[in-house]
């Protein structure tokens, strides 16, 4: 590996050699350990002529400024949970106050401390410097970047030794806030190229950039309202995950996607040579789930589907992730450089900035992605967040170095969207409603779960506002139970036959109930038994 020129500087791992040899030998460790050598490489799938955004061409529109934070505010969890930090780009900070706010103030619920700053300006060096003194002094675990924060690019003289010269954003390089990180290939050109040290990550970072894909403050704020109702329980989707694989890994298959139900054992599987095709997968995207995990040639712009014997293709179109607005919340893009947030409307950003769902993304800025599924979907099984999941696969990555197929497979790995969220759910809900129930509440919940029927009993205040609408698993307004002011004091009493607001009897389930009396909120869940 040392005595390859287009290698690029890094820890090798001992005895790679020998463990290639023995892999194949103990089959058990095959459900853990990839054999890199013979996974087929994805491929820039774009129109002819098409490439990505270069170094080059981003620093130009988006050159290096004067550094600058402000710390916007501190709030204070239990002690039960980690210390965080949000950063938001300061030009867009003020309009998406109401949205951050109430992100942190969930994270307090779920009893992480939350460190909330402003920044403007700057270099990767300095960010990360800037990180580097959080996880010194305040021991953060992790953070999320909101807007456009600067990006850390790195560059690989021949990619997997034939693909040519390569360069991407890489936010392994905030995350892993203790390695050395070189520039000796083309010495003070603005992009990285070597990793030395200790080269584990420390921290996991989550991106929300919305490059190319809309007004970045619009669709943050949806983005903001999205991810409260689903720690509320109301964008909860199916515990359902589709596993889609193209032509060129079905032999990886089966094992990828037992990996994925290790999360979700209700899997819809599909790979079939000749029905992977992209009209079938508009087709099951329009099914409600809450993952899907997509193996796919790629490129920022769209996935393409082989078929007819490998000879033709179709393509689903990034922007169709947009339009079509598909019931999912969360994607792991095994798909080349879909994650690539550098190139205006990228695939992955547009999943995750959709109107209704999408939430939490995973895939890469480069020609890569993901393996060793196993180490990522079994925390995710644990309960940890999206963030502690991929710092921790990342960590089995480069525990004890990294090849260099290893390093062009996995070293544009994002995170893209809050990396505190849970795909197993948060409950809070549950939590908030429970809370209220211990103090001098107003709503008493008679007969839950039932098959018949509940009751809501209410405490009412003179002229008091009153709103009570119930919602399905999707988040949809499914009945408006009362909406008025209560002009004098009363015992109020609201019975539902578990009907929506054209009378028809609703399936069996779990409901959302959302109450909203004199401007105090009250949620939670309501069991229908068949």
Known sequence: ?????????????????????????FIFSTLFSADYSNIPLLKWAGPEGTRPKTYEEWIEQNPYTEFQCILDKVVYGNGRAGNVAILTEQSIAGALT?????????????????????????????????????YNNNNIEGALFIGN????????????????????PIDLFYMDLNG?????MNTGNGKYDGHTGDINP?????????????????LLKNYFRKNNAYRYDTLLLQHRALVFCDD???????????????????????????????????????????WVALFAHSWPGGHQFRYNNGNSWDTYYSYEYTNQDPPANFYNHFACSFARYTDNGYGGGRA????????????????????????????LSQHKTLGQAFKDWFTHITSDGVTFDELCWHYGMTLLGDPWLKPTGHGLAV??????????????????????????????????????????CLGKKVKKLIDKTILSQNDYEIIWHFDDDAGRQLPAGVYNVCAEIAGRKFMAKLVHLK
Do not use: C
């Not at 992480?112 to 402003?118: A, E, G, I, P």
């Open 248 to 290: 060129d890994w079905i032999p990886w298959a089966p094992q990828w996607a037992n990996d994925v139900s290790v999360l979700y054992p209700d899997t819809m599987n599909y790979w079939h040579a000749e029905t992977t095709r992209a009209s079938i997968y508009r087709t099951k995207l329009n099914t409600p789930e809450a």
């Open 98 to 134: 109401n949205g951050i706010n109430q992100l942190i103030s969930n994270l307090q619920l779920e009893n992480y401390t939350v460190l909330s700053y402003q920044i403007s300006g700057g270099t990767p060096e300095t960010l990360r410097t800037f990180l580097q003194n959080l």
């Open 180 to 184: 050395t990180w070189l520039d000796t």
């Open 431 to 472: 939590a908030e409603y429970k809370k209220t129930l211990a103090g001098n509440s107003p709503i008493k919940i008679i007969g839950n779960p039932s098959r018949a029927q509940v009751i809501f009993q209410l405490k009412i205040e003179p002229s008091s506002s009153i709103r009570l609408n119930i919602y399905d």
């Open 202 to 218: 420390e921290i996991y970072v989550g991106r929300l950039m919305t490059t190319g894909i809309g007004t970045d403050t619009v």
């Open 1 to 25: 590996m040392g005595s390859n020129p287009s290698a690029p500087r890094l820890n090798t791992k001992k005895g790679d050699e020998m463990s290639k040899i023995l892999i194949p030998i």
């Open 149 to 168: 924060l600067p990006v850390t690019w790195f560059e690989i003289a021949n990619d997997y030794n034939q693909y040519g010269y390569a360069q991407f």
């Open 352 to 379: 995750i900035f959709n109107q209704s769902y999408g939430l939490g993304a995973v895939g890469s800025t480069k020609t890569g992605s993901m393996l060793e599924f196993y180490y990522f979907y079994y925390p």
